[in-house]
């Protein structure tokens, strides 16, 4: 604990109660307090203690740490609270009775040949083993098939994104072997399926051989670039997002306007304040002729986040905040919500199969490759 | 536990029952003393629409062998609808199971009425059969990485 409030920086922490007050859970009305634990922390208690004290209520947005004013690493502090909790053998009660956790564990288990690949149409170009780029496609099928009960399109910009890498001459890996980053279960401090995930996804794409390993998932990239570091040997190939890939080639593109939009862009909280992405997406999309790019007035790195990225907490707290978010969104007057994350795209829309205020707060969502893709179609089409 | 011998191995078999139906079909298939195999271990909910894709997913995670989900017959719902749901999520389930490289036949639905203790013994034994055919389920042999926890209220 001593060494978990060091590297977090939670010793520096004087109170302020700055993350309490900026705490999007908080500010929802939860009872929960980013502040108690730090002092927690600090006075050496164990993380089982806090297993009651919402120990699982952290959205990990990093809204606090943004602001903290002595940089005190709250995030991380929860990870490393939710991992000796859990070698406690605690874990969180997890949305949708836990099937997506199974469904990481099963994975992480091996033994059995995934059939993951059944969506790729026959004008995507792939390789299963070879090429310079990896495209590292993350778990969107399994969420197509999972949330089938609120027209969720994740695939879309995963086909998006390929079709783009082909445009641009590159025929990416697509790999069958690919399992779950782990990222989910490493959030509610499964360590250990998180190592066997972790170990086996990095042994296939050092094995490939491929240069550059590009995601389109937010959650992936921040897995890949940060939590899987440690493992990551010296050649490895460098890990990009897709919006990083294609930023500073949207000319070699050639897009032609396809139509007018008006596009407001949900920053993702993995891509923005866990790895310090903001404006590649943005270029990427004003790159798009008649692509219009208004700001939700919460952005970048005030962007509020949407509410469950590590499938450990969905509660009346996570609606409201998805409510208000969406709510912002149409107040920009634009026609389509913007993500770089699968998962901003589920739990946004899962808030809008509201029955009540559903109507009120719709609004089409899409990935950012998606848009860019759109602009290929004319220019095939001409 | 697993031996070399397909013979010798015992599936390891989790049935979902809904109260009202299948698992009072069971309970008229004990007391008519019919026979059949006892690979299996009965897990009763009150309308086989409660049986969500976490239900079969994590019986797979935990090792299990095959999964049967089972409820009263389509229109004989105590709940009325609650099998149609039942179809929903089945669907779902299957559809992620394939995904993850499970043989689809470890899978299976059967509507079975509280009448029928013959059928449900007739189930029972051919899905064990099945499940034999097929051998142990790759994630059975080493059981589940994770322990399961005490569940917390988040
Ligand atoms: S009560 Fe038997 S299926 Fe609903």
């Not at chain 1, 790999?175 to 170990?199: M, N, Q, T, V, Y």
């Not at chain 1, 998606?370 to 602009?375: D, G, I, Q, S, Y």
């Amino acid at each position: 604990m001593q060494q978990l409030a060091a590297r977090t920086n939670a010793w520096a922490c004087y109170d302020c109660g700055k993350c309490t007050s900026t705490c999007p859970i908080v500010r929802a009305g939860a009872t929960y307090s980013p502040r108690r634990h730090v002092l927690a922390a600090n006075l050496g208690e164990p993380a089982s203690s806090i297993v009651h004290d919402g120990l699982y209520v952290c959205l990990t947005c990093r809204q606090c740490d943004a602001r903290c004013p002595v940089e005190v690493d709250y995030t991380g502090l929860i990870l490393g609270l939710r991992q000796s909790a859990y070698d406690e053998t605690t874990q969180p009660e997890c949305p949708h009775g836990g099937a997506l956790q199974s469904t990481m564990r099963l994975m992480a288990n091996g033994g059995t040949q995934q059939d993951r690949l059944g969506w790729l149409k026959e004008d995507l170009q792939t390789d299963p083993k070879k090429g310079r780029v990896f495209y590292w496609t993350g778990c969107t099928m399994y969420y197509d098939a999972f949330f089938t009960d609120f027209d969720v399109h994740t695939l879309d910009g995963t086909r998006a994104a390929i079709k783009l890498l082909n445009a641009l001459g590159e025929t990416p890996i697509v790999s069958p072997e690919e399992r779950c980053c782990g990222h989910d279960l490493l959030w509610i401090g499964d360590r250990k399926g998180f190592e066997s995930l972790a170990k086996h996804n990095v042994d296939l794409v050092a094995k490939s051989g491929a240069e550059v390993l590009v995601t389109s998932c937010a959650e992936c990239l921040r897995t890949w670039r940060i939590d899987y570091q440690p493992l990551i040997p010296d050649d490895f190939p460098e890990i990009l997002h897709i919006s990083e890939f294609l930023a500073d080639q949207t000319e070699k593109l050639d897009l032609s306007e396809n139509k007018q939009t008006r596009a407001t862009y949900q920053d993702p909280c993995r891509l923005g304040r866990h790895l310090g992405v903001y404006d590649q997406p943005r270029e990427l999309l004003e790159a798009v002729p008649g692509v219009e790019l208004v700001e939700m007035p919460r952005s970048g790195v005030r962007a509020i986040c949407c509410a469950g990225s590590t499938w450990s907490n969905c509660d009346r707290f996570a609606k409201k905040i998805q409510v208000e978010r969406l709510r912002e969104a149409r107040d920009t007057g634009a026609d389509v919500l913007v993500t770089a994350c699968p998962k901003c795209q589920i739990h946004l829309k899962c808030a809008m199969n509201d029955p009540n205020i559903g109507e009120e707060i719709s609004i089409e969502m899409r990935d950012a490759a998606e848009l860019v893709a759109e602009a290929l179609d004319k220019r095939d089409s001409k | 536990m697993a031996t070399k011998d397909k013979n010798s191995w015992d599936p390891e078999i989790v049935v979902f029952a809904c109260n009202w139906c299948s698992y009072a079909g069971a309970d008229t298939a004990g007391v008519s003393r019919i026979q059949h195999q006892p690979h299996f271990r009965m897990i009763r909910v009150m309308c086989s629409g409660r049986i969500q894709p976490a239900f079969v997913l994590r019986a797979f995670e935990r090792g299990a062998d095959g999964v049967l989900v089972s409820g009263c017959h389509i229109g004989e719902c105590h709940y009325i609808f609650g099998n149609e749901r039942a179809i929903e999520q089945f669907e779902k389930t299957m559809s992620i199971v394939k995904m993850l490289g499970i043989e689809e036949q470890r899978l299976r639905l059967e509507w079975i009425s509280s009448a029928e203790g013959a059928r449900f013994a007739e189930v029972i034994n051919e899905f064990t059969e099945q499940i034999r055919e097929l051998g142990p389920s790759p994630f059975g042999r080493k059981r589940s990485p994770a322990k399961a926890g005490k569940g917390v209220a988040g």
